[in-house]
């Protein structure tokens, strides 16, 4: 396709590809093989729904990238990747979902190919597209190259945004403040549930003038009253009741780039114990942006909002946040770093994360929750500006 | 949460069970640990998007099976699995996305608590849930238990649909018929994509009468002129041009079953070799579909396909449909049989699959598609109606 139609600019790519470059040699690779589709997206632009069948792209340390699939998606490369069409290669759809054969046969191939079968092979072993058949396919097929364990070696190098990937989630940021909105304004005793995610999966993929909205990496999360107790219920048809709370777990979307938002809308009147969680959630998100501070570390946020928490006698035990940014289903966050009492990641100008500190008590849930960009100075920034409240709806 | 509110009876669970734990010992295999989330849910009810972490169903040869996870989402197993509390166990937030620990730490050490640490443990090698890194982690932490490939035991276990599910999968093709038909009465020059797609969306969701629905374990694909030469591609913000043919490839989910259906669009007078291919794609349907008998064999179909578009002159490479129902993202297919001329599976009576004939040429791509039934006797029967055509719009 070209560079002149990619998401990103010539210099933007030029500077991935130098940073993931110094990670491989650090790490001892010589090539890396990337599964992950964010990090597929990240280094080439690739941008299809086909990560279900396996590909990824091969990195040399010289040369451009590689984007290796089954032929019927390499078309898709060539018309979203930036690279050449001669850095597209295909491999037969007979090895697809096959009892009898498998595409890391293929790819053992083309990695001979291109004199790298002795090489050392980073690969992500800790990854939803690069399966244990996989790996132990690959490994039989290149008994004498090293694979190297590269898990995450390309999503450390996403950490620090460019001013190219902001303006993206400013974008994304935009839809998810309208969604949110939308999820507040609509929500009635009465309403069912996939009638309330149904507006708010329209208008997250319209999207807002210009920023036309992507599907997220994680569907609408929208539980009310026992249900929202667990984080990760989908909805049903059933109706909104009076006395329940409901929290909207959403992201908008922008050519992949997410900025997550939580709220959460009591009908009627709430318990005394969710006001006062909500209020104390508020004031750690308040006492975790102050701390979020470029030259802290990710614990110093986590132990911000955990004395607040505390304050009321709520002893929180998940993380509560992580990085953000590119992101391919099932899961919006970069895996790498966590806000959590015992990750030590240094915070610098630029980071995105989703801090996300959702409470999942024993009668019901709430969620009050930012997307923030760590500043040259000063506090974090929100990318969203919703009120941060426990809103209620008589 | 019981089996009063599992969508399914206690007689289809147990039945789900004996099939299950008969492939087990045909296999040699003690204990089954589950992570297609599929799987999980067809065995458990287990039903939430937490499969972005580690966890799973650990299926001995005698008991009610367990759910295992994060200890913040046993919250939604216990609002969603059909056995009792006790059969729920989380383990600790600390071994999420660690850099340090992996719950497959905890994993061992249950199955070391319920006296399998010497067993013949099976696990899905090829599955998007279980990492290659998970895998080596078990092996690690469970020296002296053997591991064992189950990869898809349980999906071929679920081939054959029971009457309940096939009542499932018409309520999906309920939904996939009207947002089929919502796609080509919007279709325009002019109509931004994503503006398309935001009416989908929220069609799917709002669902059929009493049928809500469910999100499907792929997001629209409606490619547009040669975007459309590629399979996967997903929306973006630009407008319908006259002149180009659009493809819907899209499914609506009843609690979590699918009936996916392809129909084309195309704005304008469509050129002589798309009138002529989409000719040829009906009687190569057609015949596939009388082909698709119980007794005959997925290749037949394949090959009854083949026969008719070579006709005039197209040799289509890839398989042309695989099983359908139950899903999760990524993929909506099964991964089991084929229907490809190399494929040998018999078919039976309750088989569902999508039949799925897309044409993804030089300039331009085409399709449609039916979810079909195999019934006792005579040819398969398709579960939309949808007219069989290539459809203009001037």
């Not at 007979?94 to 050392?120: F, N, V």
């Not at 980073?122 to 190297?148: C, D, I, M, Q, T």
């Not at 919006?332 to 008590?361: K, Y």
């Amino acid at each position: 396709m070209g560079l002149e139609n990619a998401p990103f600019s010539a210099a933007e790519y030029a500077r991935r590809l130098a940073k993931t470059r110094a990670a491989m040699e650090k790490a001892g690779i010589d090539v890396l093989f990337v599964t992950d589709p964010s990090n597929q997206a990240w280094l080439t632009g690739y941008d299809g729904w086909s990560f279900y069948v396996h590909q990824g792209v091969i990195l040399p340390m010289e040369g451009d990238p590689v984007w290796w699939g089954r032929n019927q998606d390499a078309n898709g490369a060539l018309r979203t990747v930036w690279m050449d069409d001669d850095k597209v290669i295909g491999y037969d759809d007979r090895y697809i979902q096959s009892t009898t054969c498998h595409p890391m046969e293929d790819l053992a191939k083309r990695l001979g190919d291109m004199g790298l079968e002795r090489a050392r092979v980073g690969v992500e072993l800790e990854n939803y597209y690069f399966s244990a058949k996989a790996y132990l396919a690959l490994v039989a097929e290149l008994p004498n190259a090293r694979l190297v364990d590269a898990t995450a070696l390309v999503n450390w190098q996403r950490l620090v945004k460019s001013p190219e990937e902001i303006a993206f989630m400013r974008n994304a940021a935009k839809i998810s403040e309208r969604i949110v909105r939308l999820g507040i304004e609509l929500a009635r005793p009465g309403l069912r549930k996939n009638e309330l995610v149904a507006e708010i999966s329209r208008a997250g993929i319209l999207g807002v003038d210009e920023a036309w909205g992507d599907y997220p990496a994680i569907v609408p999360l929208t539980p009310s009253g026992v249900d929202a107790t667990a984080p990760h219920l989908t909805w049903n048809g059933e109706p909104m009741k009076a006395g329940e709370a409901t929290f909207f777990e959403l992201s908008g979307c922008y050519r992949r780039y997410h900025a997550p938002l939580c709220r959460t809308v009591h009908l009627g009147k709430p318990p005394q114990d969710m006001i006062d969680a909500a209020e104390a959630l508020n004031a750690g998100l308040e006492a975790g942006l102050e701390a979020a501070r470029a030259g802290n570390r990710t614990r110093d946020v986590a132990n911000a909002l955990g004395a607040e928490l505390e304050k009321i006698g709520i002893k929180r035990a998940g993380r509560c946040g992580y990085p953000i940014g590119l992101s391919y289903p099932p899961d919006w966050g970069e895996r790498t770093a966590s806000f959590r009492a015992t990750d030590e990641t240094v915070l610098e100008p630029g980071m995105t994360f989703h801090f996300m500190p959702g409470l999942w008590l024993k009668d019901w849930g709430l969620e009050t929750t930012e997307s923030i960009l760590i500043t040259e100075s000063g506090p974090a920034e929100p990318f969203c500006s919703v009120e941060r409240q426990l809103f209620v709806k008589d």
